[in-house]
């Protein structure tokens, strides 16, 4: 993985990190009123007393977990992959597929739902694309979380829950037989793939292992409508965006070396760029552990651009969400070019 790569997912964590202590719950005092999950908590009186002395404290942590959980769904995995692969998320609107590919999917879909048949991707391919004319109708829209072209293929993935609602499977399905018969339309020349991705196995005692099959098992329906073949698990899905070996083991060790105890102490004292000057040692070595390089380049030529343009230099290098002052940095790059 490339200097380049490190550093933005570096920066996703950092991000993700830093907005989630601005809302760790500290004070008891502020704790939320939620009196019905209170009366319901007080079932389990027993069972919660050995961990949990403060109730209300319990609630807002679980309120906060929740938010921490949403937030690595919803926009770090997403953009993790995005930087890996070097793909983006794209929107398809106004979209045909031919008539019959329409008919064929429903026929696919019911066969399924019925238990005709077991789900087969490449017998599923054949049917969907051997049909090359017709009367075209307008396609459901859809968005690939996971977009990418190549010379000979283009490639979309959805990134999914590991936890899927219940009965989910079947529209998933539906939706992306007939994303890849518009796909096919718009790229004709190019091979199609389209496969749904989970970003690691809850099943697993091993935090980077995966088992393929049971995994399929434990989601309703699963196997009722996907193929193997057409899943990537965990750190099948990492090495699939990156085209490297090992990737999510990778992942986990950054975050790891960013996510400790001190990280708000370093995160505020690298955050303002006078701090070198007190403690360089100090200053560079967050950078370091934290694969900021463009950072560190600017630290080794400081006394340069503390001459030349002070006021940028000591701009800070995150806002207050976490997010990174891109603007400053590439300012102060490219008077050093």
Not at 93 to 121: A, H, M, S, V
Request: glycine share 4%; net charge positive.
């Amino acid at each position: 993985m490339n200097k380049t790569k490190l550093q933005l997912i570096a920066l996703e964590v950092i991000r993700v990190l830093k907005t989630r202590f601005d809302n760790f719950p500290e004070d008891v005092h502020n704790n939320r009123n939620a009196p019905f999950h209170e009366a319901f908590l007080n079932a389990f009186k027993d069972k919660m007393e050995k961990y949990v002395n403060n109730v209300p404290y319990f609630i807002s942590l679980a309120s906060w977990f929740h938010g921490l959980n949403t937030t690595i769904g919803q926009s770090f995995f997403e953009n993790v992959a995005h930087i890996l692969s070097d793909g983006e998320k794209r929107t398809f609107k106004d979209c045909k597929y031919f008539e019959e590919q329409e008919r064929i999917i429903n026929e696919i879909i019911t066969d399924l739902k019925n238990g005709n048949k077991k789900p087969n991707l490449e017998e599923e391919n054949e049917l969907i694309f051997s049909v090359k004319e017709g009367k075209l109708k307008k396609a459901p829209n859809f968005t690939a979380d996971v977009f990418i072209i190549e010379k000979d293929y283009v490639e979309a993935i959805e990134l999914k829950s590991v936890r899927p609602n219940a009965g989910e499977m079947r529209g998933e399905k539906e939706k992306i037989l007939k994303a890849k018969a518009c796909l096919k339309l718009l790229y004709p020349n190019k091979e199609i793939r389209y496969f749904i991705g989970f970003p690691f196995d809850p099943l697993s005692d091993n935090p980077t292992g995966y088992n393929k099959g049971r995994f399929m098992k434990h989601l309703i329906e699963f196997e009722k409508y996907f193929d193997p073949q057409e899943v990537l698990l965990a750190g099948e899905l990492w090495d699939r965006l990156s085209g490297e070996r090992n990737t999510m083991e990778k992942l986990l060790h950054i975050i790891n070396k960013i996510a400790t105890t001190e990280f708000m102490d370093r995160f505020i004292f690298i955050n303002n760029p006078e701090n070198y000057k007190r403690n360089p040692e100090r200053y560079e070595q967050i950078l370091k552990d934290w694969y900021l390089y463009d950072e560190l380049l600017v630290v080794k030529n400081f006394n340069i651009l503390e001459k030349k343009v002070p006021r940028i230099l000591f701009q800070s290098l995150f806002n207050e969400n976490g997010k990174y002052n891109y603007r400053r940095v590439e300012k102060l790059k490219s008077i050093l070019k």
